[in-house]
């Protein structure tokens, strides 16, 4: 009998959403599986046998990152106009309660880079596909060096508030990005 991994119990569930909380309090790259199983009442064991490998359970934690991500950005009003939707996408972003995820994301995006197989594999490219899809559908017909740029300013001032958390520079900086879309 095999067994299938991928089809959810409610004790995997429960230790997959124990095991997000971990990461966004503690961060993924260095994740060991002693101290995440003694965290979220587990075994180390107990979590290869419900995910396969650690790089599985990575691949999971991925999954739940990104699927939270797109739940948020899909409560956004969809607003008219890239730059609308620049602005309201950098309010979401600057938001502090948002720091947790958008700090595991950045380190996944980076983890993806660097270590393009395994775990990490396609995580980079699935989120600039979402992050486009997201700006295309606030301005349908919109040109893709547009979308590009916008992407790269959000993605850039993200990566920068992070690192500094200078809220009022890098909001300075989307607002003009904002204010120069407008005008286009």
Avoid at 13 to 41: F, I, K, N, Q, W
Wanted: charged share 25%; net charge negative; glycine share 8%.
């Amino acid at each position: 009998m095999t067994l299938d991994r991928t089809s959810p119990s409610a004790r995997r569930t429960e230790l997959l959403e124990a095991a997000y909380a971990y990461v966004l309090a503690h961060g993924l790259s260095d994740m060991s599986l002693r101290p995440l199983a003694a965290a979220v009442g587990s075994s180390p064991r107990v979590l290869l046998f419900l995910f396969g490998s650690k790089d599985g359970l990575i691949r999971e934690l991925l999954a739940r990152a990104r699927a939270d991500e797109l739940a948020l950005l899909g409560r956004l009003d969809e607003p008219a106009g890239l730059a609308a939707a620049v602005e309201r996408l950098w309010d979401w972003l600057a938001d502090p309660e948002h720091r947790p995820m958008l700090r595991l994301w950045t380190e996944a995006y980076t983890r993806s880079l660097v270590e393009p197989d395994g775990a990490w594999a396609g995580f980079a490219k699935a989120t600039v596909d979402d992050w486009l899809a997201v700006l295309a559908a606030c301005e349908p017909g919109a040109d893709e060096a547009d979308l590009t740029l916008a992407l790269a300013v959000l993605r850039g001032s993200l990566i920068d508030l992070i690192a500094t958390g200078d809220e009022e520079r890098t909001g300075r900086g989307v607002r003009r990005h904002v204010e120069r879309l407008a005008r286009m």
